[in-house]
């Protein structure tokens, strides 16, 4: 699939994961698992025996999960920390006489919210107190990692048919338009708490010879990056890559057009009005916001000697 279609296939497993609760979250789990892993083995319900709080492992590495899937997860914070500990016990006792449990996921459909740090701190005690190789959550974003590396076929085994971007008119497919979205609902004020920008950062912008104007730009930018960091705790890698990759592009595109030491503004405008989907102010202080990123991270111009 090209990355448009990735997209689609994206947008398609997102929509699974917020329509799905309880038991129909745990089938596309396991569905997803088994396309993922032919060492993943699902376990069956044994009438009033249930599976023994183990929802699926694989049992060569000795890998076991355990699904949370309620409507509303905010809600219901109190109630996934009892079922945390309690199901994890339940499943010591029936199977680590079994297959030993080296590592132990906890699986939640949060619909791409987060944990609660109630919940992060409950495993880090129980890592503690079981030594576990892993004792980890999975959430919306780690198990759309696992589904986009899945092959083609396997991926429509999983949310369908994917449709054709050049068939669907008037509609943008990239995450580049998803983040620009997020950047604009969140809205928020400039983070003059901290040290924006740090002195290599000012020396970076020195170094590519860009003028006074385009610098106080991205400086600029560069005191909203938290929203950046936001987005990508709450999503997968495939949108900190893709994004990673749009933006290096459009540097090596400028570069290849303009002269970084007599014509580095140019560059800076190639590549904010490639990125811009819509050439207003709303939208391109947003992508501001990207390039600063990506200027701090070294993906866009150059590092000082």
Known sequence: MNTEEMYIAR????????????????NF??????????DFRPVKPQGSLGDRKNDGFDSRKGVYYQIYAPEN??????ESLEKLKNDFQGLCDFWENVCKIVEF???????????????????????????????????????????LKLNDEDIVDAVGIVPSPNKIENISYSVLDEV???ILERNEPYNFEEKYPDINFEKKLEFNHLSKSMASLLIKGNYQGYVVDDYFKLNSDFTKQELQKKFKKLYE?????YNLQTQADLIFLHILNNASPQKNKLVQDAVLVLM????????????PI
């Open 11 to 26: 947008c398609m497993f997102k929509l699974k994961i917020h329509e799905s609760n309880g038991q129909s979250f745990e």
């Open 29 to 38: 789990f396991v569905h997803v698992m088994g396309l993922s892993n032919p």
């Open 73 to 78: 997860i905010k809600i219901k914070q109190w």
């Open 105 to 147: 996921y906890y699986v939640i459909n949060d619909k791409y919210m987060g944990a609660f740090p109630t919940t992060e701190k409950a495993l880090a005690e129980l890592k503690n107190k079981y030594n576990l190789k892993n004792f980890d959550l999975l959430l919306s974003k780690h198990i759309e990692d696992i589904f």
């Open 180 to 182: 620009i979205k997020f």
């Open 253 to 257: 595109e400028g570069l290849a057009k």
């Open 292 to 303: 600063a990123y990506y200027f701090e991270a070294c993906d866009i111009f150059e590092e």
